[in-house]
């Protein structure tokens, strides 16, 4: 079965850090380029980081260039997120999500909480 | 950046009724232009992709139109299922770009 499963998300106090990570299965992960994109409760989609198959290329967002880290590991085929000096505007549902160009592939999302 | 414009924020319907929405480029993306549906408590499903093709399984009902900066999804028919929120997308640089969302509710 073709699927992403994100996990990691949780209840963080600003400042704090949190790895969320998206399991891959039913394609070949190592072949894919990736994203994290990021919904705010009740807001709009925002596009967060990107890494290329080989994380030979790396973009991200401005609102969190410096803080997050987006990393793969083929072998496991899994994607990471690692956030740091989290802040309450992070706070949101964040999913990974497939391919280069448009994403035909998403997650379920795992939901991040930052507040005081 | 490129910055992404829906109009209109929501959009109420008739069932059987045309619906037509709209986005708009801050520059052109030429047609590297994606639709997604979301519908309440669900990830976001991709519809179109290149401004005009449909991605696997989605209904013919579901059409898209345009290049440069301005596009176009159509929605014929419409049906109580199509209830959800529609964003646009380009893919033409970095960063990616959302537009802010379409509300299609259904009287």
């Known amino acids: 079965q073709v699927q992403l499963v994100e996990s990691g998300g949780g209840l963080v106090k600003p400042g704090e850090s949190l790895r969320l990570s998206c399991a891959a299965s039913?394609?070949?992960?190592?072949?894919?380029?990736m994203h994290w994109i990021r919904q705010s409760p009740g807001k709009g989609l925002e596009w967060v980081s990107f890494?290329?198959?080989?994380?030979?290329?790396?973009y991200y967002a401005d609102s969190v260039k410096g803080r997050f880290t987006i990393s793969r590991d083929n072998a496991k085929n899994s994607l990471y997120l690692q956030m740091n000096s989290l802040r309450v505007e992070d706070s949101a549902v964040y999913y990974c999500?497939?391919?280069?160009?448009?994403?035909?592939?998403w997650g379920q999302g795992t939901l991040v909480t930052v507040s005081s | 950046e490129t910055v992404m414009t829906q109009s209109p924020a929501t959009l109420s319907m008739s069932p059987g009724e045309t619906a037509t929405l709209s986005c708009r480029a801050s520059?052109?993306?030429?047609?590297?232009l994606a639709w997604y549906q979301q519908k309440p408590g669900q990830a976001p499903r991709l519809l179109i992709y290149?401004?005009?093709t449909r991605a696997t399984d989605i209904p013919a009902r579901f059409s898209g139109s345009g290049s440069g900066t301005e596009f176009t999804l159509s929605i014929s028919g419409l049906q109580s299922e199509d209830i959800a929120v529609y964003y646009c997308?380009?893919?033409?640089?970095?960063?990616?770009?959302f537009g802010q969302g379409t509300k299609v509710e259904i009287q």
């Open positions: 039913g394609f070949t992960f190592s072949d894919s380029y």
């Open positions: 520059q052109s993306v030429d047609r590297n």
């Open positions: 290149g401004a005009s």
């Open positions: 997308q380009q893919y033409n640089d970095w960063p990616r770009t």
């Open positions: 890494i290329s198959t080989r994380a030979s290329t790396i």
């Open positions: 999500a497939r391919d280069r160009y448009q994403m035909p592939l």
